[in-house]
């Protein structure tokens, strides 16, 4: 029995990983911000880098998180949005 609700366990964790939103929208003041995260998941392969404790939302993520972390990447990839317009659209 224990070995069924195991695997039970682990197909309900990997479907829910599997079918993480596609675009998620943070409504924002200056401007909701669209986040397409499976464009993220395709070109990083590497989800420990925005999920430092395994998937699921991000502990602490909010403007700090994301002008710290997201746009850090940004910069350091050169590529996606660097400047506020380029997130926050109205």
Do not use: R, W, Y
């Not at 479907?15 to 200056?30: L, P, Q, R, S």
């Not at 997201?70 to 506020?84: Q, V, Y």
């Amino acid at each position: 029995m224990k070995k069924v609700v195991s695997a039970a366990a682990l197909a309900i964790f990997c479907a829910a990983t599997a079918f993480a939103a596609d675009t998620m929208v943070f409504e924002n003041k200056n401007g909701n911000v669209t986040f397409p995260h499976k464009k993220h998941q395709e070109m990083l392969k590497n989800c420990k880098l925005c999920h430092e404790k395994g998937p699921g939302k991000i502990e602490g993520f909010g403007k700090d998180f994301a002008h710290t972390t997201c746009k850090g990447c940004h910069e350091s990839k050169k590529a996606g949005p660097t400047k506020c317009g380029g997130c926050h659209k109205k």
